[in-house]
């Protein structure tokens, strides 16, 4: 049997982060570093936002540079993982109702993380994507489904971001305001001691909830890392920080 898998939030933050050096993509290279190497990954992305469960099955899935204002070496940069139509259909097993669709691919929210955390590109990735329609309950419950693939060698990646409000966002600001910090804590607080209930009901924070988005889809990938760990994993904080006022790049490794 494999060894037992982590699961892996990811605050992808600004794309630049994959071609730049940070504090933040070396706090990615160290999660790399601190875990098992996984035999496949499985990205749930917030860049991929649908109307009902997809996720591809293509022996070569394509890049997606779903990305605008950037500097254009950031559409130069390659990630030619192989695909696994083997852990999509696997994926598909889990979750009722997932169907394929290869029109998407790899976009930034999952290349710009795993070119840093695994350069190479050497190991097979899916990509899952977040269906819009449905509530956080929904998406912790599918990570829940999503366990058994932990002891398969399957590294379960989610990256978002805990706040994501571009609407907000100061560009000449190296911090967080006072109410993106204050949520950031929140949900650090609330997974660190295994409160996920105060997760899924992240309005209960209050107006420090409000602001720190305006759709939650950067916010439920967490979800399903959150439903796919168990009560006694370990959970470990990586660039607990935010930056540009409104967005945070707070990282978690459970298990």
């Known amino acids: ?21 940070s ?9 790399a570093a601190d875990i098992p190497v996984p035999t496949a990954i ?19 899935p394509k890049m997606v540079y779903d990305m605008y204002g950037v500097p254009e070496e950031l559409h130069a940069v390659k990630y030619n993982a192989p695909g696994s139509a ?3 259909h696997r994926v598909q097993s889990l979750l009722n109702g997932t169907s394929v669709d ?52 399957v590294l379960v990646i989610a990256s978002g971001n805990v706040v994501h409000n571009l609407s907000r966002v100061d560009w000449n600001m190296d911090g967080g305001y006072d109410w993106a910090r204050q949520f950031d804590s929140y949900i650090t607080s ?11 009901h992240y309005e209960k924070a209050g107006s420090c909830a409000q602001k720190s988005f305006t759709t939650p889809d950067h916010f439920f990938p967490l979800l399903y890392v959150l439903g796919a760990s168990d009560d006694e994993d370990e959970v470990r904080v990586y660039n607990n920080e935010c930056a540009l006022g409104a967005i945070s790049l707070t990282c978690f490794v459970i298990g």
């Not at 992305?45 to 070569?60: I, K, R, Y």
Request: no cysteine.
């Open 1 to 21: 049997m494999s060894q037992r898998m982590p699961v892996v939030f990811v605050g992808h933050g600004s794309p630049m982060n994959a071609v730049e050096d």
């Open 23 to 31: 504090a933040f993509s070396e706090g990615w290279k160290k999660i």
């Open 42 to 60: 499985l990205m749930v992305s917030a860049h991929w936002m649908t109307e009902g469960s997809f996720v591809n099955d293509s022996a070569s």
């Open 86 to 88: 083997e852990l999509a």
């Open 102 to 153: 290869n029109t998407w691919g790899i976009d930034h929210g999952a290349w710009s993380v795993l070119r840093r955390m695994y350069p190479k590109a050497d190991i097979p990735v899916v990509q899952l994507s977040v269906d819009m329609t449905k509530d956080a309950a929904y998406h912790f419950n599918l990570g829940k489904a999503l366990a058994p693939l932990r002891d398969e060698g």
């Open 190 to 200: 609330a997974v660190k001691e295994h409160r996920f209930s105060d997760v899924i």
